[in-house]
């Protein structure tokens, strides 16, 4: 008996005609009636898959106007984190919890070089240990950037592992469905990454990450601290210079404004 034709099997022979240029950049596919009687099934197939493919970014939908091939495709990364409680819970086991640690301490060397960090910068540490049937699972052990998950201080990570109170509470980057553009007249350092969309003529510092929960102190013309601000406010604005301070690892960003006009460009920009 032959197999039903998924919504997933159209994809990926979606992806096979855009990948081998069977479809090309801004090119208008065939209708969903079509396709589906092409391929063999159901409209509603079609249409999931279409759907799936216009998310992530490779299709460009339009009511009435039809599916086209993105020019541009944006790619939407999707990470699926799983909950340590839930895998053991799935295995049919009763999931235990202990904390063992949690306090500020200084990175060790090989953490601080993985997360491009300063020598000896001071992280939030949290160890915990996971059991199944009261036998150990998994040991869960983390450095965390407070600045970055300031909620996380006041969390009760007895009752609940980190692990999971990161996936009910945190978006991964702060990204959400934000499309990342970079300006004209942008540069952007050797190892570097950005979260943030950038206006025309930012500059990000090598080896320096900027999410949109980025903790960032604003300086102004004459690099006096206006205010400190999430990277997410400063998103788009031009003629930014974004830094790590080599004494203190705090992120900044530096401005040819002055104070006033950089709380009046943002207080225009939210």
């Given at each position: 008996?032959?197999?039903?034709?998924?919504?997933?099997?159209?994809?990926?022979?979606?992806?096979?005609?855009?990948?081998?240029?069977?479809?090309?950049?801004?090119?208008?596919?065939?209708?969903?009636?079509?396709?589906?009687?092409?391929?063999?099934?159901?409209?509603?197939?079609?249409?999931?898959?279409?759907?799936?493919?216009?998310?992530?970014?490779?299709?460009?939908?339009?009511?009435?106007?039809?599916?086209?091939?993105?020019?541009?495709?944006?790619?939407?990364?999707?990470?699926?984190?799983?909950?340590?409680?839930?895998?053991v819970?799935?295995?049919?086991?009763?999931?235990?919890?202990?904390?063992?640690?949690?306090?500020?301490?200084?990175?060790?060397a090989?953490?601080?070089?993985?997360?491009?960090?300063?020598?000896?910068?001071?992280?939030?540490?949290?160890?915990?240990?996971?059991?199944?049937?009261?036998?150990?699972?998994?040991l869960?052990d983390?450095?965390?950037?407070?600045?970055?998950?300031?909620?996380?201080?006041?969390?009760?990570?007895?009752?609940?592992?980190?692990?999971?109170?990161?996936?009910?509470?945190?978006?991964?980057?702060?990204?959400?469905?934000?499309?990342?553009?970079?300006?004209?007249?942008?540069?952007?350092?050797?190892?570097?990454?950005?979260?943030?969309?950038?206006?025309?003529?930012?500059?990000?510092?090598?080896?320096?990450?900027?999410?949109a929960?980025?903790?960032?102190?604003?300086?102004?013309e004459?690099?006096?601290?206006?205010?400190?601000?999430?990277?997410?406010?400063?998103?788009?604005?031009?003629?930014?210079?974004?830094?790590?301070?080599?004494?203190?690892?705090?992120?900044?960003?530096?401005?040819?404004?002055?104070?006033?006009?950089?709380n009046?460009?943002?207080?225009?920009?939210?």
């Amino acid at each position: 008996m032959p197999q039903p034709v998924t919504w997933q099997t159209i994809q990926n022979e979606a992806l096979r005609r855009i990948r081998d240029r069977e479809w090309k950049p801004g090119q208008m596919i065939p209708h969903e009636a079509n396709l589906a009687e092409e391929l063999g099934c159901a409209r509603a197939t079609v249409n999931r898959a279409l759907r799936e493919l216009a998310a992530a970014g490779f299709l460009e939908r339009r009511r009435k106007a039809g599916t086209r091939v993105a020019l541009n495709p944006v790619r939407k990364a999707t990470f699926d984190i799983p909950i340590i409680r839930h895998d053991v819970e799935g295995r049919g086991a009763k999931h235990g919890y202990r904390l063992l640690d949690r306090a500020m301490r200084t990175t060790p060397a090989e953490i601080s070089e993985k997360l491009r960090l300063p020598p000896k910068t001071r992280l939030l540490h949290i160890a915990a240990l996971h059991l199944a049937d009261g036998a150990p699972f998994c040991l869960e052990d983390r450095w965390v950037n407070p600045d970055a998950v300031p909620e996380l201080e006041t969390a009760d990570l007895a009752a609940v592992s980190a692990n999971e109170w990161l996936v009910q509470n945190v978006t991964l980057s702060g990204g959400g469905n934000i499309v990342i553009k970079v300006g004209e007249g942008c540069l952007i350092g050797a190892n570097a990454g950005i979260g943030i969309p950038l206006g025309d003529r930012n500059t990000v510092e090598s080896g320096l990450y900027v999410t949109a929960g980025t903790k960032v102190a604003l300086l102004d013309e004459r690099n006096q601290l206006v205010k400190v601000v999430k990277a997410r406010e400063l998103a788009g604005q031009p003629d930014l210079l974004f830094r790590r301070n080599s004494e203190t690892g705090a992120v900044e960003c530096k401005t040819h404004k002055s104070a006033i006009e950089l709380n009046e460009a943002l207080h225009a920009h939210n």
